[in-house]
């Protein structure tokens, strides 16, 4: 069983390029999420999906975007790198109908150089 | 605003040592998780809390919630490096915020355990 997996592990970018960190779960779970974790932080909400075909913005969406065609994959989309978007990016998911817990992938770390 | 309050942000102590991390706020919460994460890795749940008062055993990880459901501890007994990482607790938004299905983290409390 292999949870939440996310690709790349590591990535570097320039300034402006785009990119696409991928996650998928295997677990049947209706309820996704993206986080992003700065050095020393908490983890802040980027976008969050509680089916397929519905996605709605965390607290930090700006300079991102996500879909959710299918229960498995919930991809997240960097336009335009900025270096503000360095951080460690972590995909979860959650069971949702009244379960919290939150089950992570193993995260992808981004740098914008 | 910080809904969930984590102390202390930053904790070393030796092996062996006993220790209490505190995660507190001002809102009501119908449940609060505790994750574990280690350097490199993803965030592990450890335990959910539920009822007010209370306290669950993992091993020798001691958790509690409050009687209000407003606040938690977590005590560890005779601590090893192994427990080393970042403990994170988090809650599910209150219902009438319409964040049906989001949760907010707190910040964290960062332990080193020295042999």
């Known amino acids: 069983n292999a949870g939440v997996t996310q690709t790349p592990k590591f990535r570097i970018l320039k300034i402006g390029q785009s990119m696409t960190l991928q996650c998928a779960q295997d677990m049947n779970h209706n309820y996704m999420y993206w986080y992003r974790q700065d050095p020393g932080m908490g983890l802040k909400l980027i976008y969050y999906s509680v089916g397929a075909g519905i996605t709605d913005k965390g607290e930090v969406p700006n300079g991102y975007n996500v879909s959710r065609s299918t229960t498995e994959d919930f991809p997240l989309r960097l336009e335009l790198a900025a270096p503000s978007q360095t951080s460690v990016y972590f995909c979860a998911s959650s069971p949702g109908q009244g379960s919290y817990e939150q089950y992570f992938g193993p995260g992808t770390r981004l740098t914008v150089t | 605003t910080q809904l969930l309050e984590q102390s202390p942000q930053f904790l070393s102590i030796q092996e062996g040592e006993n220790l209490t991390v505190y995660c507190n706020s001002s809102?009501?919460?119908?449940?609060l998780q505790w994750y574990r994460q280690e350097p490199g890795e993803g965030p592990v749940l450890l335990v959910t809390?539920?009822?007010?008062?209370e306290v669950k055993k993992l091993k020798r990880l001691t958790f509690q919630f409050g009687d209000a459901r407003k606040d938690s501890s977590l005590h560890i007994t005779a601590a090893q490096p192994g427990d080393t990482g970042l403990y994170l607790c988090a809650g599910p938004l209150p219902r009438y915020n319409t964040n049906a299905g989001k949760s907010t983290f707190g910040d964290g409390t960062t332990l080193t355990v020295k042999p």
């Open positions: 809102s009501v919460f119908s449940s």
């Open positions: 809390v539920v009822t007010g008062g």
